[in-house]
């Protein structure tokens, strides 16, 4: 698939990075991200690529990518560049995240996935692990990796090494979806009739894979395609647009349960039997129940703007609740630090010890339908205990100097209580809100709880009344 030739065009010339590139741009908290060809192209892939294969320092990388189609060319670039530092390289071909980070503990190996996860089919870019899938982040070496490309792309990077590494193929997927089922007791999950749509992402070559090895379970995927247009809808389950079709497929087809699986398939979002979207708070306290049935008195992680229902279910149940930044590299990062045996995000992440401390939508799927099976209920009753308080979902706004507004904000709520473990959190007793730039996009995004829904709605009003004004 490889070729280790000059990148060139149809014209016959090499292809030469934008002017305008600059990696400040595109380099996030955890990821690299940003528009085809203009920010994410080949020259830049192969820059990341020697410089990933410096950083990692490891005599292989493994390299896969999820079904956009600029993917091909990006892989190959970017192995190109592995290659060329003397580093042979394993190429995974389709895969999900989740399966990346499998590959990246089970062979002890660090990897790469071009995807631009949930984003338009305009963007790519890149996923980091280090060997055990531990993260690579802007704390764990992801601004070492932004100045190494940066010294590629301006033409005094690390020299070549004296001869290339080799290029090998691993197909993992059958053994990935043996590792996910082997979280859960599957002959003690009932007959169940389950819909997943995979938004024309990752989750429609991995689902099927992982649902074959439980018969009792009767499975219909949507949009189950592999298209990087995504001509259905935007694989964003964390819309709630983007999750019309499948409520309504639960209804029409009576359904036990839904999955939203996001473009890299490492995110789910639940629907139950009536229709109703669980939010990632929901299912971050339901998972923590049931995980620690099996590890009474463990430490489970969430992030900040999960509910605050999440600690207090967890301390219900035994467990020591730590809170987090939001973001897969910290959480990760925090789990190791911890010891916790799992971690939730309201994104729909979740991460589990005993999968390298990595996030992964199917582990998660699984422990859902392990929960619905011992309760022997509907979705929309085993729910119920988790959902204490009203919530506004993710409201992002974009203005012209975040950090200006966030400042504003604090003083005016200077009475209450403040951190700033990620943007600014003011907690005012009976309500909270937590207000923060995105890590990707450019905009500040507000999540404010409150007891009923008419209280919420005040505070939220209020609140972004205070956003917008200049």
Sequence with gaps: ???????????????????????????????????????????????????????????????????????????????????????????????????????????????????ASHNPA??????????????????TGLFEVKRLAQTVLDGHGPLQAASAGSLSSRNLLEAFADHVVSFVDTKALRPLRVVADTANGMGGLVVPAVFARIPQLTLEVMYGELDGTFPNHPADPLQPANQRDLQARVVTGGFDIGLAFDGDADRVFVVDEAGRGLSGSTTTALLATTILRSHPGATILHNLICSKAVPEVIRENGGVPVRTKVGH?????????????????HSAHYYFLDNFRADSGLIASMFVLDELSRAHSDLSVVRKPFERYSSSGEINTQVHDVHAVIERIAEHFAASAQDRLDGLTVDNGSWWFNLRPSN?????????????????DQWVAEVLSLITSS
């Design 440 to 456: 990707t996009e450019p905009l500040l995004r507000l999540n404010l709880e409150a007891p009923g829904r008419d209280d919420c």
């Design 122 to 139: 305009q963007y790519n870019g890149v996923k980091f692990c280090l060997s055990g899938a531990r993260p690579v982040g802007q704390d």
């Design 1 to 115: 698939m490889f070729s280790t030739d000059p990148i060139q065009t149809d014209s016959g010339l090499p292809v030469r990075a934008p002017l305008s590139l600059t990696l400040d741009e595109i380099v996030k908290a955890y990821d690299v991200r940003g528009t085809v060809p203009d920010q994410v192209n080949p020259e830049l892939a192969h820059a990341l690529g020697v410089a990933f294969a410096v950083f990692a320092n490891s005599p292989r990388v493994l390299v896969g990518r999820d079904m956009r189609p600029s993917g091909p060319e990006l892989v190959d670039a970017f192995a190109r560049g592995v290659m060329e530092q003397g580093v042979d390289v394993v190429d995974l071909g389709l895969v999900s995240t989740d399966l990346v980070y499998y590959a990246a503990g089970t062979l002890d190996a660090p990897g790469a996935i071009f995807t």
């Design 329 to 345: 590299s910290f959480i990760k990062q925090a789990m190791a630090d911890t010891g916790a045996v799992f971690g939730g995000e």
